[in-house]
């Protein structure tokens, strides 16, 4: 499953550190709260458990494509359930794990 931290984003941390590609780390959650982050960047890769956005972040990544950058899907599922949050900042679905997103930036 692509929730697996160890199968999908340790191999690519290391791939990436010993290809000397420059990658800054966030989480879906950071996005959601600061999605101007997202024009920093060219290209998001998405690793690990993608299946739960919030109705934002499918507009964060649909701008993000519209925008002629690109986006690349290396774990599972990509926004196929729609959760939001409550006031706290906490998912209301209980079956919600945020996944790691590499963005990176060349």
């Not at 060219?42 to 690109?70: C, D, P, Q």
């Not at 679905?93 to 945020?98: A, E, G, P, Q």
Request: with cysteine; net charge negative; charged share 25%.
């Amino acid at each position: 499953r692509g929730g697996e931290f160890t199968k999908w984003v340790v191999p690519f941390c290391r791939w990436s550190e010993k290809n000397d590609i420059q990658v800054s780390w966030i989480t879906d959650y950071e996005l959601e709260e600061n999605p101007e982050i997202a024009s920093e960047y060219r290209k998001i890769v998405l690793l690990g458990n993608s299946r739960f956005w919030t109705e934002n972040m499918h507009e964060i990544i649909g701008n993000h494509i519209s925008a002629g950058n690109i986006l690349a899907n290396l774990g599972c599922g990509m926004g196929e359930q729609i959760v939001e949050l409550d006031d706290s900042g906490l998912l209301r679905d209980r079956n919600f794990h945020h996944s790691l997103l590499s963005l990176l930036q060349r």
